[in-house]
């Protein structure tokens, strides 16, 4: 179960959004994942899991007053920590502030990967956290998720031991989109060694539809002590290029991740465009429910394809296809449109990330082409 470095390599390009320098020419090998495709590129994207209705209005607000302060440096004690704790009922010292979630995990990794501290993460999931622990010299052990797409927390609980220094839960997991039960995570928390430290990504918490399966760490806290819960504005709050995440964690946990911490680095813009989008509790409703009704589409579509997929509680969907992945994409992309890559560990899928109606229509059109 141990993972080869190239291996890691190519499952975070797999489920990455924006590929550290090392990766990039690794990336650049590849024609299908030419960064030619930027943000302003004519290409439908549905490869990022970025928002694809863009930023609030109440947070684009925000922006147009921040933007003659440029020329300062950001406030390191900032409203928008005090929002975050006062919203989930912790002190502000408990709120770890990042240059995206992408700077959150960077923490943790440096507090606690290390030689002969390894990470133990699930696969397919996303490999950010391999990828810091590849290079930094600790091993990553990747445990095959559950047949039912949950992390398979009896293999892993099985596979922990001394030297597992850190395990990353993503929930919902990203490439597939699925839950862990809530319930399972528990009693995993309750049998894990108790010095070994948990994350829990919850990058894309808000789009998940109520059912009993799922709690947020946050909003239904456990007194866990090991607990790093990260998120993310960059989903449903649509700020990917401002860059700008946080962690929850107890004070003695944050004291540890502090000491990576990058001074400045969550900037001026990022923080009352973070702040006013936190405020618009109605604007982001309305675009959870907008998720909602997209998912809904997307399955209405791929069922009267008889394509099969995986159920999805996030803005994505993997998707199984009957070509080479590789075939498809390049299919797609030629057609102006560009979608995630596979995972190794399931060959036959691709990742679509939610677009709006329109692009959505183009994407099935496509679609039909191919078949054809
Ligand atoms: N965690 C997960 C599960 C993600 O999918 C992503 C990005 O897609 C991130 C973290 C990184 O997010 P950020 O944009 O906050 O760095």
Request: charged share 20%.
């Amino acid at each position: 179960m141990t993972v080869s470095r190239r291996s890691v390599l190519r499952n975070f390009i797999v489920c990455s959004v924006g590929a550290p320098s090392l990766l990039c020419a690794e990336m650049l090998l590849d024609p299908l994942q030419s960064p030619a495709a930027g943000a302003h590129s004519s290409f439908i994207r549905l490869d990022r899991n970025e928002n694809a209705y863009g930023a609030l209005d109440s947070t684009l607000e925000a922006l147009r007053r921040s933007l003659s302060f440029t020329y300062r440096y950001p406030d390191t004690q900032n409203l928008l920590q005090q929002k975050i704790a006062s919203l989930y009922k912790v002190k502000p010292e408990q709120v770890v502030m990042g240059c995206g979630s992408t700077d959150v995990l960077r923490m943790v990794a440096d507090a606690f990967l290390a030689p002969g501290k390894g990470l133990m993460i699930a696969e397919p999931g996303y490999g950010l956290l391999a990828f810091y622990a590849q290079v930094r010299n600790a091993k990553v052990v990747s445990v095959p998720l559950a047949g039912s797409h949950a992390h398979d927390l009896k293999a892993m609980l099985a596979a922990a031991d001394s030297s597992t220094g850190l395990v990353y839960i993503c929930n919902p997991n990203n490439p597939t989109g699925t839950l862990t039960p809530r319930a399972d995570l528990e009693e995993f928390l309750r049998k894990l060694p108790s010095n070994i430290p948990v994350v829990i990504d919850e990058a894309y918490n808000d789009y998940v539809s109520p059912t009993p399966l799922y709690a947020s760490f946050l909003d239904k806290p456990v007194n866990d002590p090991r607990l790093i819960v990260t998120r993310t504005f960059s989903k449903i709050h649509a700020l990917a290029g401002l860059r700008i995440g946080y962690a929850i964690a107890a004070t003695e946990m944050v004291s540890k991740l502090d000491r990576g911490f990058l001074q400045f680095g969550v900037n001026l813009l990022a923080l009352p465009a973070a702040l006013a989008a936190l405020d618009d509790t109605e604007g982001l409703k309305f675009k959870a429910k907008k998720n909602a009704e997209d998912r809904l589409q997307f399955s209405n579509a791929a069922n009267a394809r008889k394509v099969e997929f995986l159920e999805s509680h996030t803005n994505f969907f993997m998707l199984k296809v009957d070509k080479p992945p590789r075939d498809v994409i390049k299919h797609f992309r030629d057609n102006n449109i560009l979608v995630g890559w596979w995972v190794p560990a399931m060959g036959q899928h691709i990742r679509v990330t939610l677009g709006r109606p329109e692009e959505m229509k183009q994407f099935w059109m496509v679609w039909d082409k191919l078949s054809a």
